[in-house]
């Protein structure tokens, strides 16, 4: 059902509507007064007017039709009010109140009843539990009136952080088209607001504060053709929840929600900020017409922040231009005798804005961005330079002021759209993220399980060590010679087949740690075999005989996340994967350019080719591929291979877990 009379209705009631200017229900009025051009009805069975509006007993006495009904009412009156709603017609809801899910059992169930309600009648409803919703056409928050309309949107799950970030617009004058505080998420998703926002031409950006997610799967399929119309970044809130109980592989005690979360983003081609001031930076470059490029040229009056600014360049790993000669030597015209034209371009600290004009001059035209560093000093302020940078405005400019006036600088570089920092650092960090957007992909699970592959995990919740090998193997995944006895005589049998040195472990039906519980042996010669049987045998009767490889030892897993579904995990293999835990995520399926961006992302690249080894990383690509087809196709719930040894001739799973759901 369309959003249109949420977002753009034309006649609103707020029931609980009061008297009393500070309760939320009249602030609701007082704003919708001050924002809204249409039909306003304040709800209120003991008042006859409210801010000068008539007021009615309940929504049947009003007349007229009512697109939307914001409710802030005590919790034990919300369902009365939306069983009115449904008889009176009300095409969309905001409920203001909470008490609900986010308090546990009881909140819980009445917020179904409220839902199975409002779906009786074709309700659609933002909350419970919101701060509400401003659009241009409306403020429907308790919030402040007065907010800048502009070009950014942003939806919330929390109404702090969206207060916040109100306050955060107004005080820096940043404008905005939508604030949508998405409360429980009951009814409407986030991924419905996403996309409704992204369709909205005002609109330049979307940004999204987000604790839980609503569908993972949805926000998966909708993400890639938002971020084609306009980008939309997000930022986490609780991400040092575990987002894994099962630690039966060392992928139940690796990913975390955030990680999968992370990589979700990544797949649908948003942007994923660490924090609060990385999130609002990024506002002042996505809703300039300022072009950013990865390329930088650093232009400075002072040596200090020039070689800071490279520092933070070469971290994010961005580009300092070279200057072409012809700019060289228009540069040496006008630079003094002490600077160089070279990249960070130092004007030198007697640099007056006339020297700033004319450097510009000249590298205007050059395709980068123009990092401008201004640092306030007796023969210039901050407010002048800026003066000079609006003369070039449309060419890669990005002002950083620093000084007694930066304030009055950016409100100055500000009212021209031109992108403005305090730190250049934040202004690096800001570009980073822009510029290195992922290319958004679409990911389509079809199960298509292999028959042999059915057949070896009907009935099991777990597979016993022989089985995932055999798993491996059906999926194209290669595996040492091994085999698995239960006697001396046949340790030896099977050792002398596979050859010598061998790794002798025990074979459990159960994943286990092996190594934890010494059960695994290595270096194994014809002479120590039945005595390394004897050791093995009294931690457990199977054993397990496997040729002996050497080579990179990685580690390859899988997980199905609660939001997301299916992830593969990569890092650095071996007893310490969990200490280092230099992995990388992707959702499956993963394809074979996302798994060598997963080998880059998690240092198992260089690894691989340090030193001109030779290690097969075709071979290793390929073994993440089909796991992630594996992990779908068996609808896995969590599976690891380490060690997976990579060497000259392939990759070998030589230690496999998998928990079935």
Known sequence: MSLDTLFRPTSIAVIGASRNREKIGNIIVRNLISTFRGKIYPVNKEADSIEGLTAYKS??????????AIISVPRQGVIEVMEDAVKKGVKTAIVITSGFKEVGEEGAKIEEQLISIARKGNIRILGPNTMGLISPDYNGTFAYANVTRGEVALVVQSGGIGAYMLDWAQRTRTGISFLVSMGNQSDVKEYEVIDYLSRDPETRAIFVYLEG???????????????????????????????????????????????????AIRTGGGILVDDLSDFLNLTRLVTSSEPIKEDILVVTNSGGHGVLTSDAISRSNLNMIELPSR??????KILPQTSLPKNPLDLSGDAKRDRYNDALKIIQDLDCTKLVIVQSLPVVSCSEVAKVLLNFKGKGIIGVTMGIDEESALRILESA????????????????????????????????????????????????????????????????????????????????????????????????????????????????????????????????IQQQLSGLEIFVGGIKDPAFGHAVVVGSGGIYVEVLKNVSYGIAPVYEDEALEMLKGSKVNEMLTARKRGYDEGSLI???????????????????????????????AVDVRVVLT
């Open 59 to 68: 929504l049947n006495d009003i007349a007229g039709s009512v697109d939307l």
């Open 213 to 263: 997610v609503s569908d993972g799967e949805k926000l998966l399929d909708t993400l890639p053709e938002v971020v084609q119309r306009k980008p939309v970044i997000f930022i986490k809130g609780g991400t040092t929840g575990k987002g894994a109980e099962a630690v039966k592989t060392h992928t139940g005690s690796l990913a975390g929600s955030y990680d999968v979360f992370k990589a």
């Open 327 to 332: 700019i060289k030597d228009d540069l040496l």
């Open 417 to 544: 759209s031109i992108p403005a920092f305090n730190f250049p650092e934040s202004a690096v960090k800001a570009i980073k993220y822009l510029t290195s957007r992922p290319i958004p992909r679409k990911k389509i699970r079809v199960s298509q399980p292999i028959n042999s592959a059915i057949e070896l995990v009907k009935e099991k919740s777990e597979l016993p060590d022989y089985d995932a090998l055999k798993l491996m193997e059906i999926y194209g995944i290669r595996t040492p010679k091994w085999g698995i006895v239960q006697s001396e005589e046949d340790a030896e049998k099977v050792a002398d087949n596979i050859g010598y040195p061998v790794v002798m472990k025990i074979s459990t039906d159960k994943p286990v740690h092996k190594t934890e519980l010494k059960g695994v042996i290595m270096n194994v010669e014809k002479e120590n075999i039945k005595e390394v049987y004897k050791q093995l045998s009294q931690i457990s009767k199977r054993v397990m």
């Open 622 to 652: 390929r073994t993440i591929v089909a796991v992630s087809r594996l992990l779908v196709d068996l609808n896995v719930k969590e599976m690891d291979i380490n060690p997976l040894i990579v060497n000259e001739q392939g990759a070998f």
